[in-house]
């Protein structure tokens, strides 16, 4: 269906409950919307919000972004929003208060798989919310590895309760090669039931996909990839 055959039922609505920067042009919105209450959550989900309201603007542009937190009673989610494309941007920069929010659908391909028994979580700061999230999801007998990458330390932010659960370096992921050698240097060689994460850019994310099936043997069912873009 294109953009201009969209149906009423197509779409789902909220309103924003408030909006505070977290972060370099990065924001935390709160959502309330009883369309909530259509999905069986499980951390992984994401939404694809329309950047303006879809009924007047019908080739409104949307973009993914993952579930922070989900609260089913009172049908709120938490949102971390990275503003750095100009469209992105002018959308935060104009959302209030009180304003009504837009969906177009509800995605759940990367929920959390339970059944490892040792997890590694990867990504940058456009992936971040959904690595914490994925994070708190898991059993605390699960062993966590983690790496968060950044070329700017001013673009990562602590999880919902302030804390700093997962290990963040800062590094220039333009030269993808400093990433692998950081995973490569870090990261156990014992992966026995493991299952990783990346979150993250596509390109970066494909080619730490391809680098831990060579040289950590990992099959790529249990490699979860999330692309996300600003």
């Known amino acids: 269906m294109n953009?201009?055959?969209r149906q009423p039922s197509d779409i789902f609505t909220g309103i924003i409950l408030s909006?505070?920067?977290?972060?370099?042009?990065?924001?935390?919105?709160?959502?309330?919307?009883r369309d909530f209450s259509t999905i069986q959550y499980a951390a992984g989900y994401t939404a694809?919000?329309?950047?303006?309201d879809p009924y007047y603007s019908p080739?409104?542009?949307?973009?993914e972004y993952a579930f922070w937190n989900y609260e089913p009673v009172y049908h709120t989610a938490d949102f971390v929003i990275t503003a750095e494309d100009s469209s992105v941007k002018d959308w935060m920069c104009t959302a209030q208060e009180g304003d009504s929010v837009f969906f177009r659908r509800f995605l759940n391909e990367t929920v959390t798989d339970h059944s490892g028994n040792q997890y590694f979580l990867i990504g940058d700061h456009t992936g971040l919310s959904f690595l914490y999230e994925i994070n708190r999801a898991l059993a605390v007998s699960k062993k966590v590895e983690s790496f968060i990458y950044s070329k700017h330390p001013g673009r990562l932010?602590?999880?919902?309760?302030h804390s700093f659960p997962l290990n963040f370096s800062v590094i220039n992921p333009l030269h993808p090669e400093n990433i692998l050698e950081y995973i490569r240097k870090h990261f156990p060689g014992n992966i026995k039931n493991s299952r990783v994460y990346l979150a993250g850019g596509m390109k970066i994310n494909s080619l730490i996909s391809e680098f831990l099936q060579k040289e950590y043997s990992f099959e790529p069912k249990n490699i979860y990839l999330k692309n996300f873009r600003s």
């Open 3 to 5: 953009n201009s055959e």
């Open 19 to 33: 909006k505070n920067k977290i972060a370099y042009n990065t924001f935390h919105i709160k959502v309330q919307s």
């Open 48 to 52: 694809e919000i329309f950047l303006c």
């Open 59 to 63: 080739r409104s542009r949307s973009r």
């Open 157 to 161: 932010f602590p999880d919902l309760d």
